[in-house]
């Protein structure tokens, strides 16, 4: 069952983690590209894309 909207998704924890959880190598890439260096972001956003970087990494080495 896909969820998928018409809509972005904001890249906030939930959206990251779902990402994640589904292997949507995809939209990993596009939430790490709506990322926006110039707002500060909580700690627990930073180690959310933290751990998104290190996922794709993942997949693009297999």
């Known amino acids: 069952m896909s969820s998928s ?6 890249p906030y924890g ?3 983690h779902d990402a994640i959880t589904e292997g949507n190598l995809q939209q ?3 939430l790490l590209k ?3 260096a110039s707002k500060v972001e909580t700690k ?7 751990r ?3 996922e794709v990494s993942r997949q693009e080495k297999h």
């Open 5 to 10: 909207s018409s809509h972005p998704i904001p």
């Open 14 to 16: 939930a959206a990251i």
């Open 28 to 30: 990993m890439k596009a």
């Open 34 to 36: 709506q990322r926006d």
């Open 44 to 50: 627990a956003l930073q180690t959310a894309y933290e």
């Open 52 to 54: 998104l970087a290190k």
